[in-house]
């Protein structure tokens, strides 16, 4: 019996090793199935990705961020040199508050605070006329100052007059930043090509947005008090110096550049359908008027904000991809979400990379620089039907990164595009951005007729 049980005993021995041996095969066979299937993919994605970018050569486009920023103005002729604004988007030692641009910035958004010394309260800034066609009643908004910080004088019949007295009193600051809207080129210091980007460029600071929306308001608020008194030299000068804003905002690369130059000019067009309502304006300053909207290319602005926007998503997804940490930071996705990212293979993000350029490519550059804002609208909502189908597509989970942001992408470009067409092409009560095109309305030859567009005192009589 002993020796029986001894060959029990070697029999299972025998079979705990092939057992053993059995499922480390099946493990290896299994993690060999798994490494070689990511290798597949990675390989697989980075083909796609190569074959994406030899696309976007073919289409004339470049990755290369830095290569799309304007060249820098030189300071004698560029609006945002002068003291007061010089060095407004630079940040001393990684510290947004120090130094003397931190100085200028806080001070210049004082100019049109919510709350403190500087307070206008609840003002609200003029936007009826460009989007209703419904001229201000002077009487109901400057009731809209009571509680302000605003020293009315003593009243007169002219209650525009007042409020235009009553806002250079309150802010002094603003007559070196009127005295200089003489300058010809106007781009935030430092420009845009000699500012130090990070590598995550989606994660750049705009430290200028605040101080360029509160000159916006205020200026706003200036040029239609000024209209509204019949003071064209006021208006002229407000409307010029705003103006000058739009074009330093017009630089600014990526969408949210874009956002920041879309607000800041809707804001002066706001101000100008008063001057014009007003007819407050003289021929010579009207023809320097139309000479600075003729400037402005809105398709050429609309496409630069988009290559700068593909650019820094490229650059972002490729920095991502060794940083996977700093996804945690951006704030944009779940916990489980961050943890499927920070596992997933490179091709993930290759894959990613490629899809999002592509859509970006087809429904958006390319019908901009062809077919114009009307091609551009329709991609993007091509481009929102586009991540509906991939949401509920087999495929979603490996399309992450271009999910989380397609929707708000596409979205931003139908906003901006709907600010920048034609009042024929929208809706009357969206007339946002109407007088984007409003050189039509400014006084000019016909080349057909001969016929000028009245003078100042004709105009006056209609």
């Given at each position: 019996m002993p020796a029986?049980?001894?060959?029990?005993?070697q029999q299972q021995a025998a079979l705990r090793r092939y057992s053993r041996r059995g499922w480390l095969a099946i493990t290896a066979a299994f993690a060999a199935l798994i490494i070689g299937g990511v290798l597949l993919f990675n390989y697989l994605a980075a083909c796609e990705w190569e074959e994406t970018k030899a696309e976007l050569t073919a289409a004339g486009e470049t990755l290369d961020f830095h290569k799309l920023l304007p060249p820098p103005v030189p300071d004698a002729d560029n609006y945002c040199a002068i003291p007061e604004l010089k060095d407004i988007a630079l940040i001393v030692d990684g510290d947004r508050e120090a130094g003397e641009p931190g100085r200028k910035r806080a001070a210049l958004a004082s100019l049109y605070a919510n709350e403190g010394p500087r307070s206008l309260g609840k003002v609200k800034r003029v936007s009826n006329g460009i989007?209703?066609?419904?001229?201000?009643?002077?009487?109901?908004?400057?009731?809209?100052?009571?509680?302000?910080?605003?020293?009315?004088?003593?009243?007169?019949?002219?209650?525009?007059?007042?409020?235009?007295?009553?806002?250079?009193?309150?802010?002094?600051?603003?007559?070196?930043?009127?005295?200089?809207?003489?300058?010809?080129?106007?781009?935030?210091?430092?420009?845009?090509?000699?500012?130090?980007?990070?590598?995550?460029?989606?994660?750049?600071?705009?430290?200028?947005?605040?101080?360029?929306?509160?000159?916006?308001?205020?200026?706003?608020?200036?040029?239609?008090?000024?209209?509204?008194a019949g003071n064209d030299q006021a208006a002229f000068e407000s409307l010029l110096t705003?103006?000058?804003?739009?074009?330093?905002?017009?630089?600014?690369p990526m969408l949210v550049g874009q956002l920041l130059a879309i607000s800041t000019r809707s804001w002066a067009y706001e101000s100008l359908w008063q001057c014009l309502h007003q007819r407050v304006f003289t021929e010579s300053q009207l023809n320097h008027l139309q000479k600075q909207l003729a400037e402005y290319n809105p398709s050429d602005h609309y496409l630069y904000a988009l290559r700068t926007e593909l650019a820094a998503m490229v650059q972002a997804d490729e920095y991502l991809k060794t940083h996977r940490i700093e996804l945690r930071n951006l704030n944009l996705l779940d916990p489980g979400q961050f943890t499927f990212m920070e596992l997933a293979p490179n091709g993930f993000f290759d894959h990613n990379t490629s899809l999002a350029a592509k859509l970006q490519l087809e429904h958006l550059i390319k019908p901009l620089k062809t077919t114009g804002f009307i091609g551009a609208l329709d991609g993007a909502f091509k481009l929102k039907s586009e991540n509906e189908r991939l949401q509920k597509h087999w495929s979603s989970p490996l399309n992450a990164l271009v999910l989380e942001s397609l929707d708000t992408y596409s979205g931003v470009i139908r906003n901006n595009l709907h600010l920048s067409l034609p009042p024929r092409s929208i809706d009357h009560r969206h007339r946002v951005g109407a007088l984007l095109f409003a050189a039509s309305a400014l006084p000019r030859d016909d080349a057909k007729s001969g016929a000028r567009v009245p003078n100042r005192s004709a105009r006056r009589s209609l």
């Open positions: 029986l049980d001894d060959a029990l005993a989007e209703l066609a419904d001229p201000i009643d002077i009487k109901e908004w400057i009731k809209s100052f009571e509680g302000s910080t605003l020293v009315m004088p003593s009243a007169t019949q002219n209650h525009a007059a007042d409020l235009l007295q009553a806002i250079d009193s309150a802010y002094p600051d603003l007559k070196p930043l009127l005295q200089a809207c003489g300058r010809k080129q106007s781009q935030f210091t430092p420009g845009p090509s000699e500012r130090v980007w990070p590598l995550l460029l989606v994660a750049s600071p705009l430290l200028h947005v605040v101080p360029n929306y509160a000159m916006s308001h205020i200026l706003n608020l200036r040029v239609t008090a000024a209209a509204l705003h103006l000058k804003l739009c074009k330093a905002a017009d630089q600014e």
